[in-house]
């Protein structure tokens, strides 16, 4: 998964799932400051160099 431990999962096509996970953020203070601190590492990996870099080298592999 993109986000790895940084998001709560949940089978879409399932509405307790959804609700349980959503419930979970309600209530767990702890869970909530986890995610944050590992959404901000995730989201300082997704800057325009890395996207630029990372676009650079998949033409290069595709133009050989």
């Known amino acids: ?13 399932d509405i307790g799932s959804m609700a349980s996970s959503i419930e979970k953020l309600c209530i767990d203070e ?8 590992k959404g901000l590492a995730v989201a300082a990996r997704h ?14 592999a595709i133009s050989l």
Do not use: K, N
């Open 1 to 13: 998964w993109q986000y790895g431990d940084a998001a709560v999962y949940f089978d879409p096509t």
């Open 30 to 37: 702890d869970l909530r400051r986890a995610l944050r601190r």
């Open 47 to 60: 800057t325009p160099a890395a996207f630029s870099s990372r676009l650079g080298e998949i033409i290069r």
